[in-house]
T-cell receptor
């Protein structure tokens, strides 16, 4: 079955850039997503990228997709303390039900 | 804008008890989903529905039942709760078609003792 993997923890200094990485195994993935979860809250969609794109930029967020290596990354520029959260990578394939397969999440800690 | 609403938000059950989690969405979405979130494991799909009156099994369906009698509601039932079902449950909904946003509820914390 599909598998999505992420490293569990990342710490950065406030003002630095954060890069969160994700690898996936499903070659039929069509859309790849990044969600943010703050403590005690649900999942907030940050951004997504279609599989025929290499890069997508949205304000401080840059998503890079290497389809050959099945590698997805999320770069957060000028990281702030409010960016501290768990970030989930997820993918969906061509199936009609659009089920999401999630990674285990990366806990981002922003240090002052 | 209510979006996706889950009730209850917190519940403690004894082993063997039954309960139902209710998910309601006001966006006229066709698709609805129930996920569970456990530490270090991300979210796993329990059951989903692609329309009123239809349901299907996800990755971890055992011990759960669902119903979609109305388009706006998706119910998740635990007939005989077990400690292994202690988890945070998230409901989600979306329109059909690729690339559309999947909206999540705020979660329901369930503890089975």
């Amino acid at each position: 079955g599909e598998d999505v993997e992420q490293s569990l923890f990342l710490s950065v200094r406030e003002g630095d850039s954060s890069v969160i990485n994700c690898t996936y195994t499903d070659s039929s993935s069509t859309y790849l997503y990044w969600y943010k979860q703050e403590p005690g809250a649900g999942l907030q969609l940050l951004t997504y990228i279609f599989s025929n794109m290499d890069m997508k930029q949205d304000q401080r967020l840059t998503v890079l997709l290497n389809k050959k290596d099945k590698h997805l990354s999320l770069r957060i520029a000028d990281t702030q303390t409010g960016d501290s959260a768990i970030y989930f990578c997820a993918e969906t394939d061509k199936g009609s039900a659009r089920q999401l397969t999630f990674g285990s999440g990366t806990q981002l800690t922003v240090l002052p | 804008n209510a979006g996706v609403t889950q009730t209850p938000k917190f519940r403690v059950l004894k082993t063997g008890q039954s309960m139902t989690l209710l998910c309601a969405q006001d966006m006229n979405h066709e698709y609805m989903y129930w996920y569970r979130q456990d530490p270090g494991m991300g979210l796993r799909l329990i059951h989903y529905s692609v329309g009123e009156g239809t349901t299907a099994k996800g990755e971890v369906p055992d011990g759960y039942n669902v119903s979609r009698l109305k388009k706006q509601n998706f119910l998740l039932g635990l007939e005989s709760a077990a400690p292994s079902q202690t988890s945070v449950y998230f409901c989600a909904s979306s329109v059909s078609g690729q690339g559309n946003t999947i909206y999540f509820g705020e979660g329901s914390w369930l503890t089975v003792v």
